[in-house]
């Protein structure tokens, strides 16, 4: 949004931002409302829509955030956190306590030749989009993908207090009758206040890190091959 300030130094995009989320929050159009900023003039903003039911989930920077605006969001994601996708790791099978899952090499560099095209959306989301092609390359070139970050170790996930005890208290403060805690509530847990993020820590599946980390048992209960995964402290 552009907001010509009538007065030098005024913070006037952040009041119209502001009041385009109150519109936004009484409409009833939305269930959820992203803040990326590590401005911590939004934590009163941020509390005010939670107060209105509706999920807030806040982007920033680490070092820029005050911790006041992590806290009054539901999620609250680091920037610096994100990292490339890695590849999906095999489920285990069903019935089995699961293993720690080995780290999948890095792809090998592919080559590509020939024309490309890229696709620009146009002013109007309603019309068509525009293909322009690109000149045709006139010899081959060698690009290399950009290689998903490694696998944290089971010594390096130990090392990291702040994880463990992240991981360790959604387990233990949310157990069933059973003894064990739904998968999903401790990802729900860790996802807030801030998220912790699994890319971090090169894996793309919270399942995968916690056996990683050799604290934990997790099982499937049911038969079917992607039923429910639950967990408890070893």
């Not at 209105?52 to 955030?65: D, Q």
Request: glycine residues 6%.
């Amino acid at each position: 949004m552009q907001v010509f300030a009538a007065v030098k130094g005024k913070n006037a995009a952040d009041l119209a931002l502001t009041i385009d989320a109150m519109d936004l929050l009484h409409s009833g159009s939305v269930d959820a409302i992203c803040i990326a900023s590590s401005d911590s003039d939004f934590t009163r903003l941020a509390e005010r829509i939670r107060e209105g039911g509706l999920t807030v989930h806040g982007f920033g920077e680490k070092k820029k955030t005050n911790p006041g605006l992590p806290a009054a969001c539901d999620t609250f994601v680091y920037v610096e956190t994100l990292a490339a996708d890695t590849p999906p790791t095999p489920t285990a099978k069903p019935d089995q306590a699961l293993v720690p899952a080995q780290a999948a090499p890095p792809p090998h560099p592919h080559r590509t030749s020939g024309a490309t095209g890229t696709s620009m959306p146009s002013a109007d989301a309603g019309t068509p989009q525009i293909t322009v092609a690109a000149p045709q390359a006139k010899k081959k070139t060698q690009t290399a993908p950009v290689a998903p970050p490694t696998r944290a170790t089971t010594a390096e996930l130990r090392a990291d207090t702040a994880l463990i005890s992240r991981l360790r208290e959604a387990v233990t403060t949310n157990t069933g009758p059973d003894g064990w805690t739904h998968l999903s509530i401790v990802g729900l847990a860790i996802r807030k206040h801030p998220a912790v993020v699994l890319r971090t820590y090169g894996y793309t599946r919270l399942t995968d890190l916690m056996v990683a980390t050799d604290l934990f048992e997790l099982q499937r209960h049911s038969r079917g091959k992607s039923g429910p995964v639950h967990a408890r402290v070893k």
